[in-house]
């Protein structure tokens, strides 16, 4: 990871292949070196666009999480228009995934504890603060909540801000932290600078 390295971020895109390709194509345009999906990657309701979402995030070497919609569909595919391979893909996806001092999941990271679960729990200030206590030098990136938010200590207590569209916030000083990224399906997606230490909220 080098101080100019960009990471591109996405989550909740609900079966919107437009959407994902817009985003893709927001991250390269700012030379993005990684891109991230936060998982719901897909949406049960709309099986016919399955195909269209993976096949977005392989050829262009998206690193996703699994979401509990992902989930769905791989253990219970709702048609035979669904391939083999990306039945695979979708089964195969972790909960969790790390990248330097950033963790990656659909809502919280506890994969280890709570399973499947981990996918579709929120998260409170109870949950933020066994995240603080277990990665005190972390920072977490999570879908699942569709709005973008930051979660830190300010004073000695857990604080919650909204982070707008096109506002840089600084995350100096503020580890450990969450950041809900935000619904893409609704435009919302970001861009991290670890070098840095801020995220950018986009809106596409």
């Keep these: 990871m080098t101080k100019t390295s960009l990471i591109g971020i996405m989550a909740d895109s609900h079966g919107k292949p437009d959407t994902i390709a817009a985003a893709v194509a927001l991250f390269k345009s700012k030379d993005c070196l990684y891109i991230y999906h936060l998982g719901d990657i897909c949406d049960s309701g709309y099986p016919e666009t399955v195909e269209s979402c993976v096949s977005i995030l392989t050829a262009n070497n998206v690193t996703a999480v699994k979401g509990n919609n992902d989930h769905a569909i791989s253990t219970n595919p709702?048609?035979?228009?669904?391939?083999?391979?990306?039945?695979?893909?979708?089964?195969?996806?972790?909960?969790?995934?790390?990248y330097g001092e950033a963790l990656f999941s659909h809502s919280l990271p506890f994969a280890e504890t709570l399973g499947l679960s981990c996918m579709i729990r929120g998260m409170g200030k109870n949950e933020a603060a066994v995240f603080f206590k277990e990665h005190p030098g972390k920072v977490l990136f999570r879908g699942h909540g569709h709005s973008p938010?930051?979660?830190?200590?300010?004073?000695?207590?857990?604080?919650?801000r909204s982070i707008l569209p096109g506002e840089n916030t600084d995350l100096a000083g503020r580890f450990p932290c969450i950041i809900t990224c935000g619904s893409l399906a609704?435009?919302?997606c970001m861009i991290w600078k670890p070098g840095e230490k801020c995220v950018k909220c986009y809106l596409i």
């Design 149 to 160: 938010e930051i979660i830190s200590k300010e004073d000695g207590k857990i604080a919650v």
């Design 186 to 188: 609704e435009g919302f």
């Design 78 to 98: 709702p048609g035979k228009n669904i391939s083999k391979e990306t039945i695979g893909y979708l089964s195969a996806l972790p909960l969790v995934a790390e």
